[in-house]
């Protein structure tokens, strides 16, 4: 089941944080996060693989909660860069990968 | 330099034709994907492989075929069994197809059915 991400979409001012959160119905075996420009392919920024897992840095980081069933990512003093849609990923079992349903995130300068 | 290519970048059909998106990969990865995107919408699994000679079906293939006959490989064919091929498509490859292994993926191909 594909997991759901919120807010679908925000707007920001340079500098003001956002957090992005990926919620799925059972436990995820891993989250990933990913960002994608438009017209462009994802990127990714980074993988959690243990319930109450923290990763990132002072930036963009990103937690995992204890019964792996949510996962945050943090943007923080968030740059023009920043601008794109967020998705997270995960691997569904039998070795399917599938993503969250995204995140449209805009900053204004 | 490592990386995945897709080519073309743009391509245009005309209604009840086959066409071949191309996906090359340099990094020695055993897992290779394709996945479909719609404006606004997310990344939907079409067809996945974990090694050379296997492939699986995602969760939309139908009007969809592949092949994965060299490990760098893995092209897709949009046939016209497709109702509404018209969207963005990505190709994946990883290391494996485990939880722990982050996907890479090409620039993508724009395909417009006219």
């Known amino acids: 089941q594909q997991p759901v991400q919120s807010p679908q979409a925000v707007i920001l001012r340079e500098g003001e944080d956002a957090v992005i959160n990926c919620s799925s119905s059972?436990?995820?075996?891993?989250v990933h996060w990913y960002r994608q420009k438009h017209g462009e392919a994802p990127v990714f920024l980074m993988i959690l693989l243990k319930g109450g897992e923290q990763k990132g840095h002072e930036k963009i980081s990103a937690s995992f909660n204890e019964k792996k069933q949510q996962s945050s990512l943090y943007l923080t003093a968030s740059q023009l860069s920043y601008s794109g849609t967020y998705f997270c990923?995960?691997?569904?079992?039998?070795?399917?990968?599938?993503f969250g349903t995204g995140t449209r995130l805009k900053v204004l300068a | 330099d490592g990386g995945i290519t897709q080519s073309p970048k743009y391509l245009f059909r005309k209604e009840g034709q086959n066409v071949t998106l191309s996906c090359e990969q340099n990094l020695n990865h055993d897992a290779m994907y394709w996945y479909r995107q719609d404006p606004g919408q997310g990344l939907r699994l079409i067809y996945y492989?974990?090694?050379?000679?296997?492939?699986q079906k995602g969760d939309i293939a139908e009007g969809y075929s592949v092949s994965r006959e060299k490990k760098e490989s893995f092209p897709l064919t949009v046939t016209s069994a497709q109702k509404n091929p018209t969207a963005f498509y990505l190709c994946?490859?990883?290391?494996?197809?485990?939880?722990?292994?982050?996907?890479?993926f090409g620039p993508g191909t724009r395909l417009t059915v006219l």
């Open positions: 059972k436990a995820l075996y891993s």
């Open positions: 492989s974990q090694i050379v000679n296997d492939f």
């Open positions: 994946a490859s990883s290391t494996g197809t485990y939880s722990y292994n982050e996907q890479f």
């Open positions: 990923g995960t691997e569904s079992g039998t070795y399917k990968y599938i």
